[in-house]
C-alpha cells in the first residue's frame, strides 16, 4: 500500500506539474514583433499627458497614437488604446479627468500603437467600435513589408464588437460624433471621428502633425489616398476646428492645409521622374523631398524612406 500510494502521489504530482505547464503555455501571448517589444518597454515608463480641448473633450498623449477622451455621464468614451504597457498611467490620466468609467473605444485603424490597449480597455468595460476591415485585420494575422514583421491576431476581448463599413454615427454625452472611413489611406482601415458639436476632430494616422507621415502599403495604404483623406480633412467641420493627428500635437486647419501643399507637391515631384523612368535610387539621388525636409524630415519617416512611399504609388 506504501509503494501504491508513492506511485500514486508522484504520478499525480507528475501530471499537475504537465498540466500546468500547459495552461502556463496556452495562456501565453503570441509571440509579437521585436518592435511592438520595444514599443511596450518604452512606453511602459513613458510620460503620459493631458491636454484639455474643448467642452468635455481631452487628449491624453504619450502612448503609440494619440487619444481623444469624451467624458461624461454616459461614460468615457476613447479614441484609440496606446500601447498595453501604459495602462497604469493612462488609467492615472482618465481619473484625472473624470471619474466616469470607460465605456466604449473607437479604433481609428489596426496599427497596434492604437490598438495594443483594447485588451485591458474591453475588460474595463469598453465596447470596441471599428471599421469592418479593422476587426478584419485584427482577427488575422498581418505583415508590415517595411518592418519584416509579422503581428499575430489579436484574442476575441480586443477585437471591436460594433462594426461598421461606410459611415456611423453615434450620440454620447451631449456629442454627435461621425465615424467615416478613409479607403485607401495611411493603410485600408482608417476612419476620421468627428465629435461635431464640440467641432473636434480626430483623423489617426492620416494626418502626422508635423512629420512625413508612414504609409503601410503591406496594408492597403497609399500616397494619392492619404491626399484624399488631407482634402477631406480641410473639408470636415469649420475653420476653426480641432484637428487631433494620429501622431504629433494637436493641430489646426492651417497646419493640415500646409501638410496637403507638401504631400501634393512631393507626390507631384516623384511621378514626374518616374515617368521620365528614373529608377527608385535615381528618385532618391534627385532628392524630391529637400524643399520639405527641414520641417517634415525630423520623425520616424526619414525623407528617403517618404520618397519610396511615394515612388511606390505613382
Known amino acids: 500500500m506504501l509503494v501504491t500510494r508513492r506511485h500514486f502521489l508522484a504520478t499525480t504530482a507528475a501530471a499537475a506539474t504537465c498540466f500546468a505547464s500547459r495552461s502556463l503555455f496556452a495562456q501565453q501571448e503570441p509571440q509579437q514583433p521585436e518592435m511592438v517589444l520595444k514599443a511596450r518597454a518604452g512606453a511602459a515608463s513613458a510620460k503620459i499627458t493631458t491636454q484639455k480641448l474643448r467642452g468635455n473633450i481631452s487628449v491624453v498623449q504619450g502612448s503609440g497614437g494619440n487619444i481623444a477622451v469624451l467624458s461624461g455621464p454616459q461614460g468615457k468614451l476613447l479614441v484609440d488604446s496606446g500601447i498595453s504597457s501604459s495602462q497604469p498611467h493612462i488609467q492615472e490620466a482618465l481619473a484625472a479627468i473624470s471619474a466616469d468609467p470607460i465605456q466604449h473605444l473607437i479604433n481609428t ?65 451631449g456629442n ?15 476612419i476620421s471621428v468627428h465629435f461635431a458639436d464640440a467641432d473636434v476632430l480626430h483623423t489617426g494616422d492620416t494626418w502626422f502633425n508635423g512629420v512625413y507621415p508612414f504609409i503601410d502599403y503591406s496594408t492597403g495604404g497609399h500616397i494619392d489616398g492619404m491626399i484624399r483623406a488631407t482634402k477631406r480633412t480641410l473639408a470636415t467641420g469649420t475653420t476653426s476646428t480641432i484637428v487631433i493627428p494620429g501622431h504629433g500635437p494637436v493641430g489646426d486647419k492651417q497646419q493640415v492645409s500646409e501638410s496637403l501643399e507638401m504631400l501634393s507637391a512631393i507626390r507631384d515631384k516623384v511621378a514626374d521622374l518616374r515617368k521620365q523612368g528614373k529608377s527608385i535610387d535615381e528618385t532618391i539621388a534627385a532628392k524630391p523631398t529637400v524643399a520639405f525636409d527641414e520641417k517634415w524630415g525630423k520623425g520616424f519617416t526619414t525623407p528617403e524612406m517618404f520618397t519610396r512611399f511615394v515612388y511606390q504609388g505613382v
Open 109 to 173: 485603424h489596426w496599427h497596434y500603437d492604437h490598438t495594443d490597449g483594447n485588451l485591458w480597455m474591453h475588460s474595463a468595460g469598453a465596447t470596441i467600435i471599428a471599421h469592418e476591415k479593422t476587426r478584419q485585420r485584427l482577427a488575422s494575422p498581418q505583415k508590415i513589408e517595411l518592418f519584416h514583421a509579422t503581428f499575430p491576431s489579436e484574442p476575441a476581448g480586443a477585437l471591436p464588437t460594433l462594426i461598421f463599413t461606410g459611415q456611423h454615427t453615434l450620440q454620447m454625452n
Open 176 to 190: 454627435t460624433l461621425y465615424l467615416e472611413h478613409y479607403d485607401p489611406a495611411h493603410t485600408d482601415t482608417d
